[in-house]
């Protein structure tokens, strides 16, 4: 007989939800100010009265950062569930509801379109569809990116809002850093830009792997990056983080980042930073 049982309580999730919310006026969690949604949605999800990003999804950044419609490619790949795999719910149960909810089947958008008239390729993660973490399809599909981008002599935009490997996938979800980064490293001897923008939050594999490894590394203001939580890093160095661990300005300041961007500056930044490295 067992000394100890575990408790099967699930763990409570981390954070709140930091899209937009829903109503016709919406309260910022970060300033707490009462503010009529159009007004931030116009102001691209960000509030206008401090300036917090809100997240957006895979789409709406596409629209962001693209002169017009672009043409999305690889849309039909789909997760097999090599394990059968099931924790609180059914992994295939997770890959239903991703899809209904974020109209795609994984979790991330693999495109070419005009920025500031460059056709560009883009791979722009969704965090809705199973916290945007990186599987098969989604290595997969960025590492086709790369491999596009190489082939048709085009610059690469790689924008990452992940909380990491997808553990549902076990090793194959690992596999994708490696993949990535081999397929990244050919693109670099092609002498093509790789620039890769570092959205709340990039955390696990995909901090470890593609979202470091741009020419140019940018990030949304306050947005998390790292590796392991700052709880499970307090546990094991066992001293207290130092304030803002962990975020864009605090990670900028220590040489991880080259910038950290307003979303409102965004495209015109990226515009100039393509035309400077092409
Ligand atoms: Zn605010």
């Known amino acids: 007989?067992?000394?100890?049982?575990?408790?099967?309580?699930?763990?409570?999730?981390r954070e709140q939800e930091s899209r937009v919310p829903e109503g016709l006026y919406i309260k910022c969690s970060a300033c707490k100010e009462i503010i009529y949604r159009k007004e931030v949605v116009q102001n691209l999800s960000v509030?206008?009265?401090?300036?917090?990003?809100?997240?957006?999804?895979?789409?709406e950044r596409l629209e962001l950062l693209c002169d017009a419609a672009w043409e999305e490619f690889d849309q039909g790949l789909v997760s097999s569930d090599p394990l059968g795999f099931s924790d609180t719910k059914a992994y295939a149960a997770r890959l239903k509801d991703g899809k209904h909810k974020t109209d795609s089947l994984d979790a991330v958008i693999t495109a070419v379109g005009a920025?500031?008239?460059?056709?560009?390729?883009?791979?722009?993660?969704?965090?809705?569809?199973?916290?945007?973490?990186?599987g098969v399809v989604v290595g997969e599909k960025v590492a086709r990116s790369v491999e596009r981008a190489a082939r048709?002599?085009?610059?690469?935009?790689?924008?990452?809002?992940?909380?990491?490997?997808?553990?549902?996938?076990?090793?194959?979800?690992?596999?994708?850093?490696?993949?990535?980064?081999?397929?990244?490293?050919?693109?670099?001897?092609?002498?093509?830009?790789?620039l890769s923008l570092l959205t709340d939050p990039t955390t696990g594999g995909v901090t470890a792997s593609f979202?470091?490894?741009?020419?140019?590394?940018?990030?949304?203001?306050?947005?998390l990056i790292g590796f392991a939580g700052p709880r499970v890093i307090e546990q094991t160095i066992r001293q207290k983080l130092p304030p803002g661990f962990q975020r864009a300005e605090f990670l900028l300041e220590h040489?991880?980042?080259?910038?950290?961007?307003?979303?409102?500056?965004?495209?015109?930044?990226?515009?100039?930073?393509?035309?400077?490295?092409s």
């Open 255 to 277: 040489g991880m980042l080259d910038m950290v961007v307003d979303r409102r500056e965004l495209k015109a930044t990226i515009v100039r930073s393509l035309r400077l490295l």
């Open 211 to 223: 979202a470091m490894l741009g020419d140019l590394n940018l990030a949304e203001p306050g947005a």
């Open 152 to 194: 048709e002599r085009m610059p690469l935009i790689v924008v990452s809002c992940s909380g990491g490997a997808r553990m549902m996938e076990g090793t194959l979800s690992l596999m994708q850093m490696a993949k990535i980064s081999a397929a990244l490293a050919r693109l670099h001897e092609a002498r093509l830009p790789f």
């Open 1 to 13: 007989m067992a000394w100890f049982r575990r408790e099967q309580t699930p763990l409570p999730p």
């Open 115 to 134: 920025v500031g008239g460059m056709r560009t390729v883009i791979a722009s993660m969704e965090y809705g569809f199973i916290g945007g973490s990186m």
């Open 47 to 59: 509030c206008p009265k401090c300036a917090f990003h809100f997240r957006i999804s895979a789409r």
